[in-house]
């Protein structure tokens, strides 16, 4: 298998998810621009997807992948499928529990949330609408780390399309229906969510049928009894432990910086919402297309006891993370009015709309290079199964957050929150890049500096560039949105021939990054 291929197999399907991710977003700035409807549905829908970091595609995934991609590669098909029925047993219990409390207990959640909010009432109806959507993403992400093992990645990368989809569907179609009987539109972006979740499970049954590997729950309390009794349940368990704190200390400064925003004014919320939206289309094409890669390679390779092709993957990641995550920080820092003018500056998303989430996308884009190294390194550890280290940087780096908050946030407001969470998660990088060397698990192939001089050189001409465009173009003045969109395709196009002309120039050839496991 080319590692190159399957992570650019996950990228494509990535970029049609971001791509309808980003209509969605069109969609919804349009409609309810970012007001305090939409402050109530971020911090509503945050909720779930706080929790899906916790059981879903955050500790439960970490812990999850390395113990089946080890039974496989040491035991066989038999007893891996013995643990997916047993795990997603377990699984679907504990969800179940979890939705049902978390229903009855909405109120207490947003007001640990965000309890300055001015539509508190609605953000509670929305947690209430979604909460279940936490039980059915988290399924698909067990499906997701069952299909990637099996290395069928085109599935769970495309999966995301569908939320977007029912996104979509629900604002455009229910949207002005409920606005015409007297109920809040924005209402309709939670039953959206929840229509989402139903269709990007349904998905997973047919890809995990083909591969034999369709999980059977048990329904009776003695089958129960025994999914706890299995060994790699217990693995799991074990592992997922301190991944459990690790995740939860990163979702704690979610919690805490959301706390902080809703006490930013109106519109803050969304604000950093949006921003955060545009940071997910280069985290998701690089650091979950490659991470998702990686993690069932490095487990196998660890399970060989095979260092060399260790570390060899991990350079191979850093690399690549280097070479594509630079240019796209950089122009985060230079371009950011443009592209958030070209993308939302339409219907109730006014030019202040526009400066307010541009401000916070510069302090995310400080960090870019730190939240996709994270998704290379931290697997470092997974595969080891090893979760203790990444959880001890992330405490710290969680208390260092908030320090920072604590210097920014009275000086700039919101976007001192983003800065934070940027500069964090380059220390969390940093840290787990020393962790991996100082244990022996990596040692970089030579040729780094050349390499990095040169991708370095090629960014500088990028942001160059795309500096003077942004100076040069007054983004939110022109009137025409065809006009906009085509003065960004353009300027994002030049930019591109310079950045890969001057790495063919100077000798990089992407030929070189072909890897096979």
């Given amino acids: 298998m080319n590692l190159l291929r399957a992570a650019s197999t996950i990228s494509l399907f990535t970029l049609v998810s971001r791509v309808t991710g980003l209509a969605r977003e069109v969609v919804v700035a349009s409609m309810f621009g970012a007001g305090a409807a939409m402050d109530a549905f971020n911090v509503a829908f945050r909720i779930p997807n706080l929790l899906r970091r916790l059981f879903g595609e955050g500790a439960f995934t970490q812990a999850f992948v390395p113990v089946l991609a080890h039974t496989r590669t040491l035991e066989g098909d038999a007893a891996t499928q013995r643990l997916i029925d047993s795990v997603a047993t377990i699984l679907f219990w504990v969800l179940l529990v979890t939705c049902i409390v978390g229903v009855i207990a909405a109120p207490l959640v947003v007001l640990l949330m965000a309890s300055g909010l001015a539509r ?22 067990l499906s997701a780390g069952v299909l990637n093992t099996w290395k069928r990645f085109a599935v769970p990368a495309a999966t995301p399309v569908l939320l977007n989809v029912a996104f979509i569907v629900g604002a455009l179609g229910l949207g002005p229906m409920f606005g015409r009987h007297g109920i809040e539109p924005v209402y309709a972006l939670a039953i959206g969510v929840m229509l989402g979740g139903v269709l990007q499970l349904a998905i997973q049954f047919p890809a995990l049928a083909r591969i034999g590997c369709l999980p059977r729950i ?7 009894r025994a999914a706890l009794g299995h060994p790699g349940v217990r693995r799991v368990l074990r592992q997922m432990a301190p991944a459990l704190l690790g ?6 400064s979610v919690l805490i910086n959301t706390q902080i925003a809703s006490r930013q004014g109106v519109g803050a919320v969304s604000w950093l919402g949006y921003a955060d939206r545009l940071m997910e289309f280069p985290t998701a094409l690089l650091g979950v297309a490659l991470g998702s890669v990686l993690i069932p390679q490095l487990a196998a390779a660890r399970a060989k006891d095979d260092h060399e092709a260790f570390s060899g993957l991990l350079d191979w990641g850093l690399r690549l993370v280097l070479l594509l995550a630079l240019p796209c920080a950089v122009a985060l820092l230079v371009f950011p009015r443009a592209l958030v003018a070209s993308l939302f500056h339409r219907g109730a998303f006014d030019a202040h709309a526009v400066q307010m989430t541009a401000l916070a996308l510069m302090g995310y884009g400080c960090g870019l290079l730190g939240l996709i190294g994270v998704k290379i390194l931290a697997p470092g550890f997974y595969a080891r199964q090893d979760l203790r280290t990444p959880v001890r940087i992330a405490v710290i780096v969680l208390i260092l957050t908030q320090l920072m908050n604590l210097l920014f946030v009275p000086r700039l407001g919101h976007a001192g929150l983003a800065l934070s969470v940027g500069l964090g998660a380059v220390i969390n990088a940093g840290w787990l890049f020393v962790g991996l060397r100082r244990g022996g698990w990596y040692q970089p192939v030579a040729g780094w500096l050349g390499f990095a001089a040169r991708v370095v050189f090629a960014s500088a001409l990028l942001g160059l560039l795309l500096h003077l465009a942004e100076r040069s173009i007054d983004w939110t003045g022109l009137g025409s949105e065809a006009a906009r969109v085509g003065w960004l395709a353009a ?3 030049g930019a591109a021939l310079v950045y890969f002309g001057a790495l063919l120039a100077t000798g990089i050839r992407l030929r070189s990054f072909m890897r096979r496991a």
């Fill in 491 to 493: 300027c994002l196009g």
């Fill in 247 to 252: 995740v939860s200390v990163a979702q704690l």
């Fill in 218 to 224: 048990g329904w009776r309390l003695g089958a129960v």
């Fill in 120 to 141: 508190f009432d609605q953000a509670v109806v929305m947690t209430r609408w979604m909460f279940p959507y936490i039980g059915l993403i988290s399924l698909v992400s």
